[in-house]
Structure formats: C-alpha cells, structure tokens
C-alpha cells in the first residue's frame, strides 16, 4: 500500500553522495505471522523488486515490543489497534488506508504531507477549539503567538526527513532533493498560521511547502501534490483524501480521537 520507489530512490542517491554513512531510509517488514510463511514473503518482495533486508515474524504476538528495539522512527500498519499501542508506547505511528483510485507518484522524489494539530504539533488548539468554538481558538492562537507548541506524535518523523534533506543541501543539492515535506492544514494562515510557523522556526525545522486551507476540503489540494502520504488525525480528512486517490495515514492521538469514537 505504499510506493517504496521513491524511498529507494533516495537511499540510492544517498549512497552516491554519501558511500560511507549508513544514514538512509532502512524498511523492516513485521508481522505476527509464523516463521513459516518467511519464504512467501521473500518471494513476494523478490518478485517486486524491493529492498527489504529485515523481518521481524513474531509467531501471533504482537510486535509493538520489537519496535524500541528496531529504533523505529515511524510505525505503518492496517491493524488500528497496533498503531494506538505504538502510539501509547511513544512511537510515530498511523493507520494506513489504500486509496480509492489509482494515482501515479513520482519515483524520483518522496513526498510526505502532514496535517499540524494532533500529528507535528500538540492538541492543545485543537482542545480549545472542540470544546470552546472557534472564536476561542483565535483568540487563544493570536495570544500565544510567541509560544511555541508542544510536539506532537509525528515531529520526530518531520525531523528525522530534516536531517536527510540537510545531507542533501550539504552537497549543493537543495534544488534537486529528493524528499519534499508539506503542511497541510485546516488554519487559517491570517488568524492563526503564525503560531505554527514560529513553532517550527523554534525546533530549527524547515518545511516545503505549508498551505493553509481555513477549513476547505484536504482532497484537492492533496491531489495537486500528489504525496505518497498524507498523515492526518481526523478521519474525516483521511476519507476525503482516499475519495481522491491519496494513500493516507490516521494518526491516532489527541481530542479529535474522543468526538469521533462518539
């Protein structure tokens, strides 16, 4: 369900640059299948052509445990309930949705979208504006301009392409990087996007391309860019984005999760 092309695309380039640092893109396919049926998945990833070296079959346990030990810096999974233990066990993860439509993706450069509230950043907007309104929110946004929000589950995975991206610009490469970050949001740049851009300005955290929407549809914009995948925590946003042909991915953390179990 994801197109790893791209990733082995910038492992590749990496190692031209770079041939002898190991820092590149390392894929580990887990499953609580039995050891067994390890010979259908080295001939179904033999048969695609893809690059992936480790396997990690925990015979029906789950293997949320063997992620800190794997030093995973993103968890991807179908299984909703692995990923909110991921989740609780400190580890970027999200729940991976197919799109509804084929859509062709760039083999040459990695394109990774993430919605702000409850994904880089904290819920602690996202709270007010669930429980207070809107009008709150703006106000509470204009008056903690200057205040950085708190993290959110997925920073670590933003910082992480940071640091790959940088080996790129190190060797002139800035124009020509194969990986390319976007933020996706439903704030409004005017009374409420200064607040997320000076949080990333504090981290030291460079984004593409940030689009501010004022709680406009995701999916259109999202087809414009085309990434290989969208993080978001409302599964209303993920939904529209899969009408449309985005692989996207739920990330399951903050108040967002609360309103829509009711």
């Not at 008056?143 to 640091?163: M, S, W």
């Not at 740049?189 to 689009?211: C, H, N």
């Amino acid at each position: 369900i994801f197109d790893l092309q791209a990733l082995e695309h910038v492992n590749a380039r990496l190692l031209e640059l770079y041939p002898d640092d190991e820092e590149r893109f390392d894929i580990v396919l887990m499953t609580n299948n039995h050891a067994q049926v390890g010979v259908r998945l080295i001939n179904s990833i033999n048969h695609y052509g893809l690059t992936i070296e480790r396997f990690c079959m925990t015979g029906g346990e789950s293997p949320i445990g063997y992620l800190t030990a794997y030093l995973t810096n993103l968890y991807l999974s179908a299984d909703s309930e692995k990923v909110q233990e991921a989740i609780e066990a400190g580890i970027a993860s999200a729940t991976m949705f197919t799109a509804n439509k084929d859509v062709a993706y760039s083999d040459t450069q990695l394109r990774v979208a993430f919605d702000g509230d409850a994904v880089i950043f904290s819920d602690e907007s996202e709270q007010i504006v669930k429980e207070q309104g809107l009008d709150r929110f703006f106000e509470h946004e204009q008056l903690n301009e200057n205040k950085p929000l708190a993290q959110g589950p997925l920073k670590g995975f933003l910082e992480d392409l940071g640091k790959l991206q940088k080996k790129f610009y190190a060797k002139n490469e800035r124009l020509n990087c194969p990986i390319r970050t976007y933020l996706v949001t439903a704030r409004s740049a005017a009374s409420s996007g200064a607040r997320v851009l000076k949080t990333l300005r504090s981290w030291g955290l460079e984004i593409d391309e940030a689009l501010f929407l004022a709680g406009a549809p995701k999916g259109p914009i999202l087809v414009k860019i085309r990434p290989h995948i969208f993080f978001d925590d409302q599964m209303f946003h993920i939904e529209g984005a899969q009408k449309l042909g985005t692989i996207a991915a739920h990330v399951p953390y903050g108040i967002a999760q609360k309103y829509h179990k009711s």
